[in-house]
């Protein structure tokens, strides 16, 4: 079951940030499709594209870098961003993070923070225990995210029918105390890379004034 959250947009400016880099109005977000029309793919998007789009090409060339920390925990170093254009997915393939086609360590937790409202068709939709397959939307408003375990409960999306757009940021955290060399061996299907410090992962460690309220 996820557990729903806010933050402070304000202090953390997320989906302004991507609107800067997309050069588009952060208020209209949602309509990225229309105003960016010309960073749209030239056709149907797949599990193979679609994270391949002119969008996702600003976004990772801008923000690409890492930070480093000593570490309590690992945390997914570069978020994934993710864009559900009006009619489409923003994942094909419904799964659950460990297993087989993905292949990430066991107990990540999994975010997602909503950068524009996800509601009904445009956000993931997700089971609320392991193997019950009782989906339901994971419903996000802007200014909120969620916490969830995408490591082991079934989820996906559906085609989009509301005309507008998603943009969202998901990535994951792994407690220090799972965190094992093992994971080295495994590789993340979209950059492969892989699962240790250093590559998929950064280290943070838990200091006062650093989580965000």
Known sequence: MAVIRSYDTER???GQEIARILRVP????????????????RGPLTAATETRTGFHDLVVA???GSATSTARDVYQAFPTFRLQLPGERAVHTWHY???????HPDWEINFQIALTDMLGSRATWIESVPGLRDFAPMELTVGQFAV???NRCLHGNRPNDTGLS?????FRVLPWSRYAAQTSRRTSVTAGKRFVAGEYYERFHHRAGVLPT
């Not at 952060?26 to 793919?41: E, G, S």
């Open 148 to 150: 969830f375990d995408g």
């Open 12 to 14: 953390h400016p997320f």
């Open 166 to 170: 998603r943009v969202s940021l998901d």
């Open 62 to 64: 801008a923000t690409t």
């Open 97 to 103: 993070d460990s297993d087989p086609d993905h292949r």
């Open 26 to 41: 952060a208020d209209v977000l949602h309509l990225v499709h229309v105003t960016r029309a010309d960073l749209l793919p």
